[in-house]
């Protein structure tokens, strides 16, 4: 599926990618309901109804993955609600052993994600991720999501790199159409992002639902 000879660098997603997206779907469609029902006497569902078309709201905004946002617009501490069920947070099966396989091959690492500041240190500090990666961009500290199409020159300045020869993957597939405007020439799906739900069926880009179905090929 990749020409690893062709690839200088590799481009990855965090949440849904590297890491089990099952933590952020529990996060906020039944824990941030759960506390926000908790601090105005409502019921879980009546909750679930009144936060569901907020989210929706700010989907593929820099908002919407944005942890002092959602704090202000609930009057919630987002930040420490995680840490009260960061036992849900976990690498996906093979991401370790891909990332350390790239090392040797010589491939610059670049995690690029959407998550808050907030987020990626408390992964970061949860999972054996951190020190994988040649450097870390985050849309907030760019001013945009990956689903813009200013993210791309924006990341272009920070971290050079050639569109023929750099690998992308993520689970978004809003932000993989974003990046093939850009002009990538490699990039791929996951479709398993969440680990309890049924897996994705294969759409417009070439996918993988593990990361061992790439380790056999390098």
Known sequence: MIDWNAIDSVFLDMDGTLLDLHFD???WL????LRYAEARGLSHEQAKAELL???QSR???LEWYCVDHWSRALGLDIALLKEEVDHLITVHPH????LEKLATLGKRRVLVTNAHQKSIALKMGKTPLCGHFERVLCSHDLGVPKESRDFWPRVHVLEPFDRDRTLFVDDNTEVLRTAKDYGFRWLLAVLEPDSKAPPRAPGEFPAIRHFAELLTGM
């Open 25 to 27: 779907n529990h996060f």
């Open 95 to 98: 991401v370790i052993d891909f």
């Open 53 to 55: 078309p907020l989210y």
């Open 59 to 61: 989907e593929g905004t």
């Open 30 to 33: 039944e824990h941030v309901p």
